[in-house]
């Protein structure tokens, strides 16, 4: 058992290693899960979090890095979640991430935290904005949160952060595959990176035209800015952190910076309650009461709705009203 008060206050001193203790609570799923959360609430809600999607090798993590340097100059302290599914253990792709944010490790102003998303209950929709919220607690004003935008929960996170930058490369037939993986629409922010690379002109001209950015807007509509970057070299970061910070300003100017936040939070208490809810009704399995309630449909006594319905009663004590 860990001392949860403990770690919470050694967390908000700026200690690493009780960030990366409740980190590790948060990926375990652990019991005290519950008390870590409880004590965490009253301290989050401070960090600006913008996630980071796009294909495997665009370069999320470069250019994580570049802006966590571009925010560590201007005196931030900074958290980086990276989320990756094809990483179950500390393989491959996070290996590379690793050396990629090798420059900031020794960094006190520097949280680095990398997650799977295979392994636990729920999954990422759970546990990573709740790993957010540790960092956010701990003090980090900035959260960058990269996930590989290929799969429906990756792209979900993304999408639910403050801020949501979808990165392309030239030359990756990218902009079909994105238009695939639905990250068309979720984009505040486009980074066309790689822009030394030839073809840098035409993907961001078919994004635009993708986007509809030509199009009319309404007016006060946020319109998603598209930004080059050669990630590897820093070009174009301070481009990127300038339309985060006029995105932000966008938001709170519109009110939307608490919409978002709050429909953020109600996504995640669904996601709780729902897994809380299968779990108990996982727990029926060979349970008499299925039994009895499977022997009476196939009796001819039940139809399976009134049968699901009985279920549904028994687990959360709330009965379905008939029209
Ligand atoms: N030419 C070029 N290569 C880049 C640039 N940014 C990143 N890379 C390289 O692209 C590869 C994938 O980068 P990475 O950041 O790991 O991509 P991720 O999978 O999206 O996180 C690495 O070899 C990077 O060095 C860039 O701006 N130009
Ligand atoms: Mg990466």
Redesign the pocket.
């Known amino acids: 058992m860990q001392d949860v008060p403990q770690l919470v206050a050694q967390a908000r001193a700026g200690r690493p290693r009780a960030v990366a203790r409740l980190i590790s609570l948060v990926e375990g799923a652990s019991p005290q899960l519950r008390e870590v959360m409880a004590a965490l609430a009253p301290l989050a809600g401070r960090a600006y979090v913008v996630g980071l999607t ?12 570049a802006l966590v340097t571009a925010y560590r100059k201007a005196g931030k302290r900074v958290g980086v979640l990276a989320v990756d599914p094809s990483s179950p253990f500390s393989g491959g ?1 996070l290996l ?2 690793r050396v ?1 944010m090798s420059e900031h490790a020794s960094d006190p102003g520097v949280y680095i935290r990398s997650m799977a998303s295979r392994g636990h209950l729920g999954g990422l929709a759970w546990a990573a904005p709740q790993a957010i919220r540790v960092l956010d607690a701990a003090g980090c004003d900035v959260v960058l949160v ?1 996930t ?1 935008g290929v799969g429906q929960s990756e792209v979900e996170i993304a999408a639910q952060a403050d801020t949501c930058v979808v ?1 392309l ?1 030239p030359g990756m037939g990218d902009g079909i595959q994105a238009a695939k993986a639905g990250i068309l629409e979720i984009g505040d922010v486009y980074v066309v ?5 030839e073809g840098a002109d035409a993907t961001a001209r078919e994004l635009n035209h993708m986007l509809g950015l030509g199009e009319a807007r309404a007016p006060g509509d946020w319109r998603p800015p598209i930004v080059r ?5 820093g ?1 174009g970061v301070d481009e990127v952190v300038a339309a985060l910070d006029k995105h932000r300003a966008w938001l709170e100017e519109h009110d939307e910076l608490t919409a978002r936040r709050t429909r953020r939070a109600a996504r995640e208490v669904e996601t709780i309650a729902v897994t809380a809810l299968r779990e108990r009704i996982g727990d029926l399995h060979g349970d008499r009461r299925l039994g009895s309630l499977a022997e009476r449909v196939v009796a001819g006594e039940l139809d399976v709705y009134a049968a699901a319905d009985s279920l549904v009663a028994g687990v959360t004590g709330v009965s379905r009203r008939g029209g």
Do not use: I, M
């Open positions: 796009g294909s495997p090798g665009v370069g999320k993590s470069t250019a994580t890095s792709a590379g991430d990629r990269e590989v990165l490369a990176n790689k822009a030394d690379r970057t050669v990630a590897a070299r070009e």
